[in-house]
């Protein structure tokens, strides 16, 4: 079976590479682009024209469904319009891939109720690389016998949530087998505020945003006498793409919310 993909911000550079890697794979088709705007152009090998045929651009979710009836929305917008994407994609009989961080637990509450009722997977993935998964699995393995955590996570200036969500999830993953306690001395003095990073039960968020950085973390767990030291770096947006090749295979066996692509490895 061949399954059927839109992609929400198919014009971005994300978006771009995963419309090459959809349609380069031998069991999907890119069927339709969602956008806030160019209703009815055309997306036709990486270029938006207006005339020459290719994957309809829709600005209406509602009549992307009914026109191109697809099966799978890959979202790579905002948080603004993730979530009223996935709502309506939801409703419509379409499974969300969500690959933006940012949603608030609230909104992921709402999206998991939505996808327990209508008996459709919605998975949100705030990191598509398989290695940054991987890395958040072994950091969360090792902080059950080394608990005291710093996170540094890099990404590229443009970026605008932080700290990022693999940061964020890496974070939760660890609290879950990671007793709370405050690191550092007890009497610290932060003479610049936040020089000591974002706080998760005890652990320290550090982000940094410079051009020339694409997506990259470090994940360091002290002990008496050594340092556990996990990094990730993604140097190309094209490892990302494995990743979103398995969500949107796996989109279609599940029928639950999935909050993170560990889930699935």
């Given amino acids: 079976m061949t399954i059927r993909v839109a992609i929400a911000g198919a014009r971005g550079r994300m978006g771009s590479t995963a419309a090459t890697a959809i349609t380069e ?22 270029t938006l024209n207006e005339y020459s045929p290719g994957v309809r651009v829709y600005t209406s979710i509602a009549e992307l469904a009914e026109v191109e009836r697809p099966d799978v929305l890959l979202d790579l917008t905002d948080p603004e319009a993730v979530f009223p994407n996935a709502q309506k994609a939801l409703t419509l009989g379409i499974r969300p891939v969500i690959g933006t961080s940012g949603l608030t637990l609230e909104e992921i509450d709402q999206l998991k ?13 705030p990191n598509f690389s398989i290695g940054a998964v991987l890395m958040m ?9 080394l608990g005291d955590v710093e996170i540094i996570e890099m990404h590229h200036d443009r970026k605008l949530d932080a700290p990022s969500g ?3 999830k890496t974070a939760d993953m660890i609290s879950k087998v990671r007793t709370p ?3 550092g001395h007890p009497d610290e003095q932060v003479n610049a505020y936040g020089a000591r990073g974002a ?3 005890g652990m320290k968020i550090h982000s940094v945003r410079l051009p020339g950085l694409l997506a990259h973390q470090q994940v360091l767990l002290g002990g008496e006498g050594e340092l556990l030291s996990i990094r990730h770096d993604s140097f190309d947006r094209k490892s990302f793409m494995p990743g979103v090749l398995l969500a949107v295979s796996e989109s279609m066996s599940q029928h639950q919310f999935i909050n993170g692509l560990e889930e699935l490895i």
């Fill in 25 to 46: 794979a031998p069991d999907m088709e890119f069927v339709g682009a969602l956008d806030y705007k160019y209703d009815g152009w055309y997306i036709n090998e990486g």
């Fill in 113 to 125: 109720m939505l996808s327990e009722q209508n008996g459709l997977s919605c998975i949100l993935a």
């Fill in 137 to 145: 699995k072994f950091a969360a393995q090792a902080a059950h016998y």
């Fill in 166 to 168: 693999t940061a964020a």
């Fill in 181 to 183: 306690h405050l690191q």
């Fill in 199 to 201: 706080d998760v039960q």
